[in-house]
């Protein structure tokens, strides 16, 4: 395990990033602020996919390279692996988190839906910085469901899906945020 | 039964729930290069990591206080002192150390040696007068203020990468 810094650090500092983006940068244009702070994200998920890389042989295959993001990134980032990875065969992915861990801490205040919906866009850059890297344009999204309280009372499921096509890669996928 | 005395930062740190310090890293990281973007003027940036951290500390101090079971700091310098060896080791997992104490004992240096902030980072010639870590600087602003210590209008810490 490398270096490690308090779970602390990294909470207050998303919050307050996408707080600073969504209350006072771009008070009234949230689709502004969505996009900064996917772009923050994108650059954070390029970087470190870069750094994870770095000693492995390039991936055969979309396919190995979205396991990649759902094992070895995934736990890099979280501790813990993707739960459930779907696909269509046809360029379409759904994985799946049961217990993301970002979202678990947040105050009850900015569990509002908007400020959710706002949070979740850094993860999706930072899966789309990273997929990017590896040579696969795609598009991002997510959503997040709450399991039934007797399971885990505070857990949050966060879903990704994922659309990789040739069309992302110019830009007229309309799969995008 | 004595009541539980002062815990060290070291013992704080390594009860607490811990990530991966990279991504912690590249995430501040990315901020700041998307600040300088978005924002253009290096001073609005720098007033803004301010701001961002004093937002930050304001909460972070609940946390530092409950786990560290700190008993009241009789004067600033067993603050500078406590917040340096504690505060940072448990959140950053680095302590630091306070030096450069002025006549009156209100003004300090806290020095960090090794600042996961700054990991893998090189500031190009195009963002002279950049406070890289003023996130730091408002996140001790912040918590200062919520125990009431009057916060000097000139606390700035300013971090240079050793070469």
């Known amino acids: ?177 | 039964m004595a009541p539980a005395g002062p815990r060290s930062g070291d013992a704080i740190f390594a009860s607490v729930e811990r990530v991966n310090a990279e991504l912690f890293t590249l995430t501040y990281g990315a901020i700041v290069r998307q600040l300088l973007t978005d924002l253009e003027e290096v001073d609005e940036v720098n007033k803004q990591l301010d701001q961002m951290g004093y937002n930050i500390g304001i909460r972070l101090v609940d946390e530092f206080l409950a786990k560290s079971n700190v008993s009241r700091c009789v004067d600033f310098k067993e603050t500078a002192e406590v917040i340096a060896k504690v505060g940072f080791k448990m959140f950053l997992g680095v302590g630091a150390s306070v030096t450069n104490w002025d006549a009156e004992g209100t003004c300090c240096s806290i020095v960090l040696e090794d600042n996961p902030l700054v990991d893998f980072v090189e500031l190009p010639d195009t963002c002279q007068g950049l406070y890289y870590c003023n996130v730091l600087s408002g996140v001790i602003r912040g918590a200062l203020e919520m125990v009431s210590v009057p916060s000097c209008a000139s606390l700035s810490l300013v971090f240079s990468s050793s070469s």
């Open chain 1, 1 to 177: 395990m490398g270096r490690e810094v308090s779970e602390s650090c990294i909470d207050s500092l998303l919050t307050e990033m996408v707080s600073s983006y969504c209350n006072r940068f771009y008070a009234n244009k949230p689709e502004l602020a969505a996009r900064r702070i996917e772009a923050i994200g994108y650059q954070v998920g390029h970087q470190l996919s870069e750094r994870y890389t770095m000693e492995r042989p390039r991936f055969s295959d979309h396919l190995e390279a979205i396991k990649f993001i759902c094992k070895d990134f995934w736990s890099e980032l979280f501790k813990k692996q993707i739960d459930n990875l779907k696909t269509n065969h046809r360029g379409t992915f759904v994985l799946q988190d049961n217990r993301f861990r970002w979202l678990a801490r947040m105050s009850a205040e900015s569990k509002a839906a908007q400020a959710m919906s706002m949070y979740l866009y850094f993860p999706c850059g930072i899966i789309r910085g990273a997929l990017s890297n590896l040579g696969i344009p795609c598009a991002v999204s997510a959503d997040i469901s709450n399991l039934p309280a007797c399971e885990y009372p505070e857990s949050y499921v966060l879903c990704v899906v994922m659309h990789a096509c040739s069309l992302c890669s110019n830009g007229h996928c309309h799969g995008q945020l």
